[in-house]
């Protein structure tokens, strides 16, 4: 049965407009338009980015992760290589992206492939983050079943008083990714839900194709 209060949820978008005609060449550099305008916006955590994956079977799974650097070679981000998802990004390797800019009545979608980054990129992003990151990033068995918060919160501790007198190094099973798009998506909410989507697809010679889609 329809439940009539959530369906009546409904917002009018009027912000803005996005013509094919006017966007860049290529589709990280009508991103970087868009992320500084989000940037200026002083949206919060406008790099927070849905990262979906699946199984070889075409089991799917998504979740907020953090954009960490991007450019023309594709977009970033860090994570433990043994969770769910680092299990799913090594047998399938095809992964999406979503940023949702709601003060923008903006969404980019990103579909590509990922990779995991040389170690040096790795190793210096670890280096930047807070201590009690890096610990973590040690101590947690990601995605894994544990028996309450007190073993996790015990884990840490071992951790911490190792690492008293000298830095922490990157344990081998955190590190990063990197994908490299071969479809974006750009969607500008419309008035009366007739939305504005500029699609760009990578095509043979490594150029790209920019198309309207009907919203």
Known sequence: MLN????AL???YRLA?????????HPVKQFEKWWEEAINGQLDEPNAMTLATSTPEGRPSARIVLLK???????????????????EMAANPQVSLLFFWREL???VRIDGIVSKTDAAISDEYYRTRPLGSRIG????????????RSFLEEQVNIIAAKY??????????WGGYIVKPTL????????????????YTLVEGGAWQIDRLAP
């Open 164 to 173: 008293v007198l000298e830095e922490p190094a990157r344990p081998q099973h």
């Open 105 to 107: 009545e903006r969404q």
């Open 184 to 199: 974006v998506e750009f969607w500008q909410g419309r008035s009366n839900r007739l939305h504005d989507r500029v699609q």
């Open 17 to 25: 407009a996005l013509d094919e005609s006017e966007v860049e060449q």
């Open 69 to 87: 650097s991007f450019d023309t070679d594709g977009f970033i981000f860090f994570t433990n290589y043994e969770s769910r998802k680092g299990v």
């Open 137 to 148: 990033a040690i101590a947690s068995p990601q995605s894994r079943v544990i028996p309450h």
């Open 10 to 12: 409904r917002k009018d």
């Open 4 to 7: 009539q209060q959530v369906a």
